[in-house]
């Protein structure tokens, strides 16, 4: 169990110490965070090529963050990652069958 947590936290820790020499401030360290799996989600997104509302996405993470309830019901949330699901390998089928 411990090793996960590691797992986990490593990489936030080496992401949050390259923006700026040894980024003692919590807000340097969190915007870091923030903005690495903001690109990553980029990333990942444009390799799918599948649009998405940054506004929601932020919506969804803050109410996660604070612990607040969720918009969607739980079966709605799991509808919508399937729904995205498929839509990225369609894209990937697409993409390979050029």
């Given at each position: 169990m411990k090793f996960k947590k590691t797992l986990i936290l490593a990489p936030l820790a080496i992401i949050a110490l390259s923006s700026s020499a040894f980024a003692d401030d919590t807000s340097d360290m969190s915007y870091s965070v923030g903005y690495s799996m903001g690109k990553n989600l980029q990333g990942q997104l444009q390799d799918s090529n599948i649009s998405i509302d940054n506004k929601e996405i932020v919506s969804g993470l803050t109410d996660g963050i604070k612990g607040q309830d969720a918009k969607l019901s739980q079966d709605d949330m799991?509808?919508?990652?399937?729904?995205?699901?498929?839509?990225?390998?369609?894209a990937a089928n697409k993409a390979q069958a050029k």
């Open positions: 799991r509808k919508a990652m399937i729904d995205l699901q498929n839509q990225a390998m369609a």
